[in-house]
């Protein structure tokens, strides 16, 4: 990287963007990307892209080279990309202006053969992550890793992870970890899961990625959340809980560990829980789902604990509990419907 990719956004020059202005973003876009996708990346440089991005004309740059690496994604067999792939393979490093790009051709030119290189030497190279790990809907797992950290996978997820010398990087594509992390001043534990990252040194905490939010919850220690669109990393205590969702960077509200975190000894703990969200976390660990029918108030309150995956004993509770009747429909779903409550007779005023 020149030292250009930690132009601070603030130094740009005001008014409408000159050529040379769009071409610097174009070149350090290239290089962003190429930085990212790479096999080591410290804590800095991803607070520093973050930074780099929050210039609208360096945003919209790197916005155009990702484009641009989609569409050589579908031309990864082209014989050129793949002579890139292997010097990019052999040296680390994606080149910068490929021998096939003659000079003066242009910064798009050179940010594409950039692109190249990282999307072919992905095929050549496969999987980032050195090992992969994932569970079964209802199946949870501990994985211990080589530094002495454990991972504690819940239903339907997967982690990737890569230990190296210079860090321990873990990526959470899909569902629900608790990380018990070694100590290792020298070697931080990152976890990634879509825009956001987790830093910790020796620590425990969860992360949970369900669609585009990511749930982070800190039982033990200190972490460091990187959010795509906050302007520097938020600073976690124990006990607090850090809910990542859109454009509005989120801040650590106080939450109830032990039950955040109760489904690693397959408990289900529930404490005014609105019915809906009682239902859709059930429904996680089973095949056998649960809907709420007519008239079934989605927001009514949950207090309840239940074991994670026995589905006939949370539907025999929440019916109990809120006066809910249960029937099995032809699909297999077992439908919630009548909460039938009695309506209280009128006061009469006293005389």
């Known amino acids: 990287m020149s ?17 040379a202005d769009q071409q610097r973003a174009r070149e350090e876009a290239a290089a ?42 579908a031309q990864a067999d082209d014989p050129r990309l793949q002579a890139i792939a292997q010097a990019a393979n052999a040296r680390r490093a994606p080149p910068a202006r490929p021998g096939w790009i003659r000079r003066g051709s242009g910064p798009w030119i050179a940010g ?37 950290s454990t991972i504690a996978l819940n239903t339907d997820s997967v982690v990737r992870v890569r230990l190296s010398r210079q860090r321990r990087a873990i990526s959470l594509d899909r569902g629900q970890a608790l990380f018990s992390v070694a100590h290792d001043a020298a070697r931080p534990f990152i976890v990634t899961a879509g825009d956001t990252a987790v830093r910790a040194v020796g620590t425990r905490f969860e992360v949970y990625r369900t669609g585009a939010v990511v749930r982070v919850t800190l039982a033990e220690g200190q972490v460091q959340v990187i959010q795509a669109h906050a302007p520097a990393p938020t600073m976690m205590r124990a006990g607090t809980r850090l809910d990542v969702a859109g454009q509005v960077p989120a801040r650590p509200v106080a939450v109830d560990v032990a039950a955040a975190t109760g489904w690693t000894d397959g408990r289900l703990t529930f404490r005014d829980t609105p019915l809906a969200q009682a239902v859709a976390e059930a429904n996680r660990y089973s095949r056998t789902k649960v809907a709420l029918g007519p ?56 005389s």
């Open 3 to 19: 030292d250009n990719r930690t132009r601070n956004p603030a130094q740009a020059q005001p008014g409408a963007p000159t050529r």
């Open 32 to 73: 962003w990307y190429a930085k990212m996708r790479g096999p080591r990346i410290s804590h800095r440089e991803v607070t520093d892209f973050y930074a780099w991005r929050e210039d609208d004309l360096n945003d919209a740059a790197y916005g155009r080279i990702e484009a641009l690496a989609a569409g050589v994604a």
């Open 112 to 148: 594409l053969a950039v692109a190249a290189a990282v999307v072919a030497g992905a095929v050549m190279l496969g999987q980032p992550f050195g090992q992969t790990y994932r569970t079964q809907v209802g199946e949870r797992r501990v994985v211990a890793l080589a530094d002495g």
């Open 295 to 350: 008239g079934v108030p989605a927001d009514e309150p949950v207090t309840a604990i239940f074991n994670a995956g026995d589905t006939t004993a949370f539907v025999d509770g929440v019916s109990r509990l809120l006066d809910l009747r249960s029937t099995t429909r032809a699909d297999g779903v077992i439908e919630l419907t009548g909460l039938d409550r009695p309506v209280a007779a009128p006061v009469a005023p006293k």
